[in-house]
């Protein structure tokens, strides 16, 4: 199951209203910009970055290309698809508002605590992200014991656990990609891709994260053989 068949299913979890706060102004497109027919050598460095990443969930890394954009300084977990499609979730953007103000009324959410803002996809969908050590149902599995979820039932689970098991974590909204677009991307310069590990996703500090990413991760930077 993917994170789009996940959303589509019934049961899903929405925020009761949408809540943007970080709107920023696209730059301007340069020629040639999300072309997908692209040369031989630049097709065959897409296909080796994906074919790493399959076996591996990714964190995207916005460079400075993508300044005065909705991704400005993000770092993004994300999920490949076998089409060269590709979904996930920001992870270092929380949302100046209270669960409370989002779910008044919904004794399940109104304590659920930080919410962040995932992505300009779906915004009044909310996505929870979890460790487990048995494989739940009605859950995408990322890497290791770390999945998603939208799924209501599920959740009121994960909040009777301890916060230091489960590690709960919460995103209204999400970021998608067409086929080739992200791969055109990362050739542009626009992210560094960096193989995601449960130490960065749960041990780093979400308001430094990005800035210490940017820094040369030689033993982790996803390089194309």
């Known amino acids: 199951m993917t994170l789009k068949q996940l959303l589509a299913r019934p049961g899903r979890l929405c925020a009761a209203r949408v809540v943007f706060t970080r709107t920023a102004r696209r730059p301007p497109r340069r020629a040639g910009d999300w072309l997908i027919n692209l040369s031989l050598t630049a097709s065959l460095l897409c296909a080796s970055l ?14 400075e290309q993508l300044q005065h954009s909705v991704f400005e300084q993000s770092v993004v977990l994300v999920t490949p698809h076998s ?21 008044p009324e919904d004794p399940l959410l109104r304590d659920a605590g930080v919410i962040h803002f995932g992505g300009p996809v779906a915004p009044a969908a909310l996505l929870f992200l979890f460790r487990s050590q048995e494989a739940p149902d009605d859950a995408v599995h990322l890497f290791e014991d770390v999945y998603f979820s939208s799924d209501r039932e599920l959740l009121a689970r994960q909040l009777q656990r301890p916060h230091k098991e489960s590690r709960l974590q919460f995103y209204a909204g999400y970021a998608g990609w067409a086929p080739g677009q992200l791969q055109a991307e990362i050739l542009q310069g626009s992210w560094l891709p960096l193989k995601a590990t449960t130490k960065l996703l749960f041990n780093k500090d979400r308001e430094s994260i990005w800035k210490e990413l940017r820094k040369p991760q030689q033993e982790e930077w996803i390089r194309a053989r």
Do not use: Q, R
């Not at 074919?51 to 964190?59: D, G, P, Q, W, Y």
């Not at 929380?94 to 989002?102: E, F, K, S, T």
């Open 83 to 103: 089409d060269g499609a590709a979904m996930g979730v920001i992870i270092n953007h929380p949302l100046n508002i209270d669960a409370g103000d989002l779910y």
């Open 50 to 63: 994906i074919s790493h990443a399959e076996s591996s969930m990714i964190l995207l890394v916005a460079t």
